[in-house]
């Protein structure tokens, strides 16, 4: 069995996609590994790019786009490795961050699952999120956390076939944190290892207009919440959004021709359609 599945989603990636593949094989030396593509009906040359430059990648290509949970668990379905790695395409993989994560789950049989330092381009380090959870992404020794961002995310292969794949009903956003959540509630640690490091550019993953990005992460907020919290929480924050929508949309319509991003107005709009009739999965 090999070490490693690397299992990336694209979608009209091209610009960012050679240089993801191109950093893996240049970076990983000690483990061995696959990459498995699986392509949500790009309209660009992602895939001509992939089989002219990196012949050694197996493709799965959609007939349409699924999503970011949906095409992760096909390639989930079929990777042969001790570990799976859910990999951004819009990432760079530096010098022996992968070799590092591996190596690191072979020494805590406890580790359910890891990820690495993600950076920003400039190198700085990116924040994966929550309020007072600073000091664990600043730490220079692995720490234990209660959640990791799928930007890259290695799971144990004993883990998956405990906790299952990643819940389809989130399209996008919101999915790594409830995947990381069940696999604590099943028992498994997750480690943040920052002695491996990954850049991550953000933004290109699903590629999708920025609204419909935004409109997908307050729906895979809203699941969230409904799913993990309970009926009574999920209707406190669905009406708190509501509250807090209306004004916004007073503002932005009032402010609307002076906006750069006329879409903005649209997506508060399409936000509180989906929040007042409680539209938690995407139809």
């Given at each position: 069995?090999?070490?490693?599945?690397?299992?990336?989603?694209?979608?009209?990636?091209?610009?960012?996609?050679?240089?993801?593949?191109?950093?893996?094989?240049?970076?990983?030396?000690?483990?061995?590994?696959?990459?498995?593509?699986?392509?949500?009906?790009?309209?660009?040359?992602?895939?001509?790019?992939?089989?002219e430059q990196f012949p050694r990648v197996t493709i799965l290509?959609?007939?349409?786009?699924?999503?970011?949970?949906?095409?992760?668990?096909?390639?989930?379905?079929?990777?042969?490795?001790?570990?799976?790695?859910?990999?951004?395409?819009?990432?760079?993989?530096?010098?022996?961050?992968?070799?590092?994560?591996?190596?690191?789950?072979?020494?805590?049989?406890?580790?359910?699952?890891?990820?690495?330092?993600?950076?920003?381009?400039d190198g700085t380090v990116q924040h994966q999120g929550g309020?007072?959870?600073?000091?664990?992404?600043?730490?220079?020794?692995?720490?234990?956390?209660?959640?990791?961002?799928?930007?890259?995310?290695?799971?144990?292969?004993?883990?998956?076939?405990?906790?299952?794949?990643?819940?389809?009903?989130?399209?996008?956003?919101?999915?790594?944190?409830?995947?990381?959540?069940?696999?604590?509630?099943?028992?498994?640690?997750?480690?943040?290892?920052?002695?491996?490091?990954?850049?991550?550019?953000?933004?290109?993953?699903?590629?999708?207009?920025?609204?419909?990005?935004?409109?997908?992460?307050?729906?895979?907020?809203?699941?969230?919440?409904?799913?993990?919290?309970?009926?009574?929480?999920?209707?406190?924050?669905?009406?708190?959004?509501?509250?807090?929508?209306?004004?916004?949309?007073?503002?932005?319509?009032?402010?609307?021709?002076?906006?750069?991003?006329?879409?903005?107005?649209?997506?508060?709009?399409?936000?509180?359609?989906?929040?007042?009739?409680?539209?938690?999965?995407?139809?």
């Amino acid at each position: 069995m090999i070490d490693l599945s690397i299992i990336i989603v694209n979608y009209n990636g091209e610009k960012l996609l050679g240089d993801c593949l191109r950093s893996i094989y240049n970076s990983t030396g000690k483990i061995s590994f696959e990459i498995i593509l699986v392509d949500n009906h790009s309209s660009d040359n992602s895939l001509r790019l992939v089989k002219e430059q990196f012949p050694r990648v197996t493709i799965l290509e959609n007939e349409e786009n699924l999503g970011f949970c949906k095409a992760n668990n096909q390639g989930l379905k079929v990777y042969h490795g001790r570990y799976a790695l859910l990999l951004n395409n819009d990432t760079i993989v530096k010098e022996k961050a992968l070799d590092r994560l591996v190596e690191f789950m072979d020494a805590h049989p406890g580790a359910g699952a890891c990820g690495p330092k993600l950076l920003n381009p400039d190198g700085t380090v990116q924040h994966q999120g929550g309020i007072f959870a600073r000091r664990f992404w600043l730490s220079p020794k692995p720490v234990t956390v209660n959640y990791l961002i799928a930007a890259c995310l290695l799971v144990r292969r004993t883990t998956i076939d405990q906790v299952g794949l990643l819940d389809e009903n989130f399209f996008f956003s919101n999915d790594d944190l409830d995947y990381t959540r069940r696999i604590v509630k099943a028992g498994w640690k997750i480690y943040f290892v920052p002695q491996s490091e990954v850049v991550h550019l953000g933004g290109y993953t699903i590629n999708l207009f920025r609204k419909e990005i935004f409109i997908e992460g307050f729906r895979g907020g809203l699941y969230f919440c409904k799913k993990h919290y309970g009926l009574i929480a999920y209707q406190l924050y669905r009406w708190l959004v509501v509250l807090l929508l209306l004004p916004a949309i007073l503002i932005t319509a009032l402010a609307y021709p002076w906006l750069k991003n006329k879409e903005k107005l649209s997506a508060y709009i399409e936000i509180l359609r989906i929040f007042c009739k409680g539209e938690s999965r995407r139809v």
